[in-house]
Every structure is written in structure tokens, then in C-alpha cells.
């Protein structure tokens, strides 16, 4: 994948002025949110280093291309709404 400084390319992590590397390629595991623990509190997103927790409606979720999984948004999260899962041979 190329760098791109577009923003139309991109949603939340560039749109804040980052260059940012699509990086979901190499991750081991990923984060699954169970969308009726989640309160919506941001709690995800403020301490995810890639900004890659984005809302979906009444959840929220994970822009894959941009997490690297490093599962700081399960354990930082105080309604344990979001868990870790390996992630499998042919993909998420």
C-alpha cells in the first residue's frame, strides 16, 4: 500500500492531520466489541495509540486497517464491552 496524505482515502486517524500506513496486515489478534455492554463513553478510542475505534451507531468499533492490536482499547475499557480475538489464517 502507498502513503496517502488524502483524507477522502482515510477516515478518522487522518482527518485529525496524520500521515497514517494502513497497518492491519500484520496484527496477531483484533479487538470485537459486544455492542450492548458498550456505553458510547470514548473510553476505546482516547487511549487507542492509532485512533482506529470509531463509532458505529450505538457501539463502537474497529477501522482494521489501521489496528495493530495491541488490545489497549480491551483492557482500558471500563464495561468490558471489548475483548481480543486471534486472528485467523484466511482474515478477520
Known amino acids: 500500500m502507498a502513503w496517502s496524505k488524502d483524507a477522502a ?6 482527518a485529525r492531520g496524520l500521515l497514517v500506513v494502513p497497518t492491519g496486515t500484520w496484527r496477531q489478534g483484533h479487538p470485537v ?3 450492548k455492554k458498550c456505553w458510547l463513553c470514548g473510553t476505546c ?4 495509540p492509532t485512533q482506529s475505534r470509531v463509532e458505529a451507531g450505538k457501539f463502537m468499533d474497529t477501522n482494521l486497517d489501521y489496528c ?3 488490545g489497549i482499547c480491551a483492557n482500558e475499557c471500563p464495561s468490558g464491552a471489548v475483548r481480543m480475538e486471534a486472528e485467523t489464517a484466511g482474515g478477520d
Open 9 to 14: 482515502d482515510f477516515t478518522t486517524p487522518v
Open 33 to 35: 466489541t459486544e455492542q
Open 45 to 48: 478510542w482516547l487511549f487507542c
Open 68 to 70: 495493530k492490536g495491541c
